[in-house]
C-alpha cells in the first residue's frame, strides 16, 4: 500500500497504480452488484461501474421519478433494472445507496437478503454509525464496507467522463468472508476514485457531518451572508455586494484554486489580496473555530436501553414522563424530561376504533415502561410495548402479524422517522401528516392532514359505506341484467327493458354512488 505525506503525517493511500481497473475486474468477476437508489450517488456510481465493465444492476421503486430516470439512463427494466427487493435478492454486494431515512426504512427489506458471503456497501457511516438508533444492524455473515466519494455523484460521473478520478475514503466496518478488503478496494476504484484513503465508519460520519454542516454549506453562506451585509449597510449597491462576495470567488477564484491550489494562488493574486490573507486569516480561523468545535461535538442521546448498549451508566429520573439521556464523549452529562401530552380526541378515538369492529389495539412506543403504562391505561389500550428501538418495533410488528387470524388486517399509526420500517410492513400504515417526517408519509399507505386520530375510525366507515355502495351496485347491476337476460330468452322482454338494463342500471347505480359522498355524519 502507498504513503502519502500530508501535512508532515505519513497516511495509507491506495492508488489506481497498484490496484488497476483490471485487476478490480478479476476481483470481482463473480459479483453480481445491486445499486440500491438512484438519487445523489446511485446514478454517477452504477453507470461508472457500468462503463467500466462490472456486472451491474439498479433496484429502485417503480413508478418512482427516480425509476424513469435510470431507464432515461439505459437501464433496462427486467434485465438490469428492478424493484429494490428483487435487485437485492440478486445481488451478491448491495451498494446502500438510499438516503438515511430511506434506508432506515427499507431495511427489513435489505435485511432478508444479506445471506452469508453477501457484501453490505455503503457511502456514508451514518447508518452503522448511529445503529442503536436507525436498526441497521448487519447480520454477521456478511462483508460490511464503504466507499465515500469526495464528491456528488454528478461530480463523480462528470470526472469519470473527463478521464479523472475524485479522491474518496474506504472503510470495513466488518470481515466476514476474508474478502472485505479486496472487495471494497476494488468498488472504489470501480465507481472512478482516483485516490483511495483509510478511514472507518465513525471518523466518516463525523468528518463529513462537520464538513457539509461546515466549510461546504453552513459557513461558505454564512460568510457570504455577514460580507454582504456589511457592504449593504455601507452604501454599497446590491450589485456590487453579490459581485465582491459570491460572483468573483465562485465564478473566478476557486475555479483557479480547484486547478492550481493554494500556493499558485498566492504568487499569482493582487498584493492587496496576498495582504488581505496573511494579515486576516488566523482572525478568521479564532473567530470560526468554535463553531467548528460544537459541529464536531459527539451527542448521544436516548432511553435507558441506548445508554445501555453504549456502555454509559444512566441516571434514573424519579418523576414519570419520556426520559432523553444525554451522553458527551462516552460520559453521562444528564438528561432531559418529556411530558407528553395527549391529543384531547385520543380516548374517544380509541372507544370509537372499539365500537367499529377493531379487535385488538397495541401501543408500541420507545418511552419508559412507566409511562407507557400510565398513558395506555388513560386510553383504554389493551396491550403495551415500551422501550422499544425502531428493530424492536419491526420485531413486535412481525409478531402481531404471525399472532392475528389470516382473514385480518394490522394497522399502524405513527409519525416519526423511526416509525417508517414499521409502516411499510404492516398490512395498514397510516401516518400523521401534518407534524409527521417525510419518511413516515412516504412509508404509510393512508396519511392523515389533521393529525386527529378520530379520523382513523372516520376513515375505516367512510371505506365499508363506500364497499358497501360498490357491492350493492354489482348485486343490482348483475341482478337486473340476469332478469333480463331471462325474459329475453323467453320472449317476454323488448328494447325498452334492454335499454333500462343497460343505460337505467347506470343511471341507477351512479345516483346510488353519490351516497358517498355524504360522509360528514360517519
Same mark, same amino acid.
Given at each position: 500500500?502507498?504513503?502519502?505525506?500530508?501535512?508532515?503525517?505519513?497516511?495509507?493511500?491506495?492508488?489506481?497504480?497498484?490496484?488497476?481497473?483490471?485487476?478490480?475486474?478479476?476481483?470481482?468477476?463473480?459479483?453480481?452488484?445491486?445499486?440500491?437508489?438512484?438519487?445523489?450517488?446511485?446514478?454517477?456510481?452504477?453507470?461508472?461501474?457500468?462503463?467500466?465493465?462490472?456486472?451491474?444492476?439498479?433496484?429502485?421503486?417503480?413508478?418512482?421519478?427516480?425509476?424513469?430516470?435510470?431507464?432515461?439512463?439505459?437501464?433496462?427494466?427486467?434485465?438490469?433494472?428492478?424493484?429494490?427487493?428483487?435487485?437485492?435478492?440478486?445481488?451478491?454486494?448491495?451498494?446502500?445507496?438510499?438516503?438515511?431515512?430511506?434506508?432506515?426504512?427499507?431495511?427489513?427489506?435489505?435485511?432478508?437478503?444479506?445471506?452469508?458471503?453477501?457484501?453490505?456497501?455503503?457511502?456514508?457511516?451514518?447508518?452503522?454509525?448511529?445503529?442503536?438508533?436507525?436498526?441497521?444492524?448487519?447480520?454477521?455473515?456478511?462483508?460490511?464496507?464503504?466507499?465515500?466519494?469526495?464528491?456528488?455523484?454528478?461530480?463523480?460521473?462528470?470526472?469519470?467522463?473527463?478521464? $479523472? /478520478?475524485?479522491?474518496?475514503?474506504?472503510?470495513? %466496518?466488518? *470481515? =466476514? +468472508?476474508?474478502?472485505? &478488503? @479486496?472487495?471494497?478496494?476494488?468498488?472504489?476504484?470501480?465507481?472512478?476514485?482516483?485516490?483511495?484513503?483509510?478511514?472507518?465508519?465513525?471518523?466518516?460520519?463525523?468528518?463529513?457531518?462537520?464538513?457539509?454542516?461546515?466549510?461546504?454549506?453552513?459557513?461558505?453562506?454564512?460568510?457570504?451572508?455577514?460580507?454582504?451585509?456589511?457592504?449593504?449597510?455601507?452604501?454599497?449597491?446590491?450589485?456590487?455586494?453579490?459581485?465582491?462576495?459570491?460572483?468573483?470567488?465562485?465564478?473566478?477564484?476557486?475555479?483557479?484554486?480547484?486547478?492550481?491550489?493554494?500556493?499558485?494562488?498566492?504568487?499569482?493574486?493582487?498584493?492587496?489580496?496576498? $495582504? /488581505?490573507?496573511?494579515?486576516?486569516?488566523?482572525? %478568521?480561523? *479564532? =473567530? +470560526?473555530?468554535?463553531? &467548528? @468545535?460544537?459541529?464536531?461535538?459527539?451527542?448521544?442521546?436516548?432511553?435507558?436501553?441506548?445508554?445501555?448498549?453504549?456502555?454509559?451508566?444512566?441516571?434514573?429520573?424519579?418523576?414519570?414522563?419520556?426520559?432523553?439521556?444525554?451522553?458527551?464523549?462516552?460520559?453521562?452529562?444528564?438528561?432531559?424530561?418529556?411530558?407528553?401530552?395527549?391529543?384531547?380526541?385520543?380516548?374517544?378515538?380509541?372507544?370509537?376504533?372499539?365500537?367499529?369492529?377493531?379487535?385488538?389495539?397495541?401501543?408500541?412506543?420507545?418511552?419508559?415502561?412507566?409511562?407507557?403504562?400510565?398513558?395506555?391505561?388513560?386510553?383504554?389500550?389493551?396491550?403495551?410495548?415500551?422501550?422499544?428501538?425502531?428493530?424492536?418495533?419491526?420485531?413486535?410488528?412481525?409478531?402481531?402479524?404471525?399472532?392475528?387470524?389470516?382473514?385480518?388486517?394490522?394497522?399502524?399509526?405513527?409519525?416519526?422517522?423511526?416509525?417508517?420500517?414499521?409502516?411499510?410492513?404492516?398490512?395498514?400504515?397510516?401516518?400523521?401528516?401534518?407534524?409527521?417526517?417525510?419518511?413516515?408519509?412516504?412509508?404509510?399507505?393512508?396519511?392523515?392532514?389533521?393529525?386527529?386520530?378520530?379520523?382513523?375510525?372516520?376513515?375505516?366507515?367512510?371505506?365499508?359505506?363506500?364497499?358497501?355502495?360498490?357491492?350493492?351496485?354489482?348485486?343490482?347491476?348483475?341482478?337486473?341484467?340476469?332478469?333480463?337476460?331471462?325474459?329475453?330468452?323467453?320472449?317476454?322482454?323488448?328494447?325498452?327493458?334492454?335499454?333500462?338494463?343497460?343505460?337505467?342500471?347506470?343511471?341507477?347505480?351512479?345516483?346510488?354512488?353519490?351516497?358517498?359522498?355524504?360522509?360528514?355524519?360517519?
Amino acid at each position: 500500500m502507498a504513503q502519502i505525506n500530508f501535512g508532515g503525517v505519513e497516511e495509507k493511500v491506495v492508488t489506481r497504480e497498484e490496484f488497476p481497473l483490471e485487476k478490480a475486474r478479476e476481483v470481482l468477476r463473480d459479483e453480481t452488484i445491486a445499486v440500491i437508489g438512484y438519487g445523489v450517488q446511485g446514478p454517477g456510481q452504477s453507470l461508472n461501474l457500468k462503463d467500466n465493465g462490472f456486472n451491474v444492476i439498479v433496484g429502485q421503486r417503480e413508478g418512482s421519478k427516480s425509476w424513469d430516470k435510470a431507464v432515461a439512463d439505459g437501464w433496462v427494466p427486467g434485465k438490469t433494472l428492478f424493484g429494490i427487493e428483487e435487485a437485492a435478492r440478486r445481488a451478491t454486494i448491495i451498494q446502500y445507496l438510499l438516503s438515511d431515512a430511506g434506508q432506515i426504512a427499507v431495511w427489513p427489506t435489505i435485511e432478508k437478503h444479506l445471506a452469508p458471503g453477501k457484501a453490505l456497501y455503503f457511502s456514508h457511516g451514518f447508518g452503522i454509525t448511529y445503529k442503536e438508533r436507525t436498526g441497521i444492524v448487519p447480520p454477521a455473515g456478511v462483508d460490511v464496507i464503504l466507499i465515500a466519494p469526495k464528491g456528488s455523484g454528478t461530480s463523480l460521473r462528470r470526472m469519470f467522463l473527463q478521464g $479523472r /478520478g475524485l479522491n474518496s475514503s474506504y472503510a470495513v %466496518f466488518q *470481515d =466476514a +468472508t476474508g474478502r472485505a &478488503f @479486496e472487495r471494497v478496494v476494488a468498488l472504489g476504484i470501480g465507481v472512478g476514485s482516483g485516490y483511495l484513503f483509510e478511514t472507518d465508519f465513525k471518523r466518516e460520519v463525523y468528518s463529513d457531518l462537520t464538513g457539509e454542516r461546515g466549510t461546504l454549506m453552513g459557513a461558505i453562506q454564512g460568510i457570504f451572508a455577514a460580507q454582504y451585509d456589511t457592504l449593504r449597510a455601507h452604501g454599497h449597491t446590491p450589485s456590487e455586494a453579490f459581485n465582491e462576495t459570491v460572483e468573483e470567488l465562485t465564478q473566478s477564484l476557486m475555479p483557479l484554486v480547484a486547478e492550481n491550489g493554494m500556493d499558485w494562488m498566492y504568487a499569482n493574486c493582487s498584493t492587496t489580496a496576498q $495582504r /488581505g490573507a496573511l494579515d486576516w486569516w488566523k482572525r %478568521f480561523r *479564532d =473567530a +470560526t473555530k468554535p463553531v &467548528f @468545535e460544537e459541529l464536531y461535538g459527539e451527542v448521544a442521546a436516548g432511553n435507558d436501553k441506548l445508554m445501555e448498549r453504549i456502555g454509559v451508566p444512566a441516571e434514573p429520573c424519579r418523576q414519570v414522563g419520556t426520559v432523553i439521556h444525554v451522553a458527551v464523549d462516552g460520559q453521562y452529562a444528564g438528561h432531559i424530561l418529556i411530558a407528553d401530552v395527549v391529543k384531547p380526541t385520543a380516548k374517544a378515538a380509541i372507544q370509537a376504533l372499539k365500537a367499529a369492529g377493531v379487535e385488538k389495539t397495541v401501543m408500541l412506543t420507545g418511552d419508559r415502561d412507566q409511562v407507557a403504562q400510565q398513558v395506555a391505561g388513560a386510553l383504554g389500550v389493551d396491550q403495551v410495548y415500551s422501550q422499544l428501538l425502531p428493530a424492536d418495533k419491526v420485531e413486535k410488528v412481525e409478531q402481531l402479524l404471525e399472532e392475528k387470524p389470516p382473514k385480518k388486517k394490522l394497522a399502524f399509526v405513527g409519525d416519526g422517522i423511526n416509525d417508517a420500517p414499521v409502516l411499510s410492513r404492516a398490512d395498514i400504515g397510516i401516518a400523521m401528516g401534518a407534524m409527521g417526517s417525510d419518511a413516515a408519509i412516504e412509508a404509510a399507505d393512508v396519511v392523515l392532514m389533521d393529525d386527529d386520530p378520530m379520523q382513523i375510525p372516520k376513515a375505516i366507515k367512510i371505506s365499508r359505506k363506500c364497499l358497501g355502495i360498490v357491492y350493492q351496485n354489482i348485486v343490482f347491476a348483475i341482478g337486473v341484467k340476469g332478469v333480463c337476460l331471462v325474459l329475453g330468452a323467453l320472449g317476454i322482454a323488448n328494447m325498452w327493458l334492454a335499454i333500462f338494463a343497460d343505460v337505467g342500471v347506470m343511471i341507477l347505480a351512479v345516483l346510488n354512488a353519490i351516497r358517498a359522498l355524504f360522509v360528514k355524519n360517519l
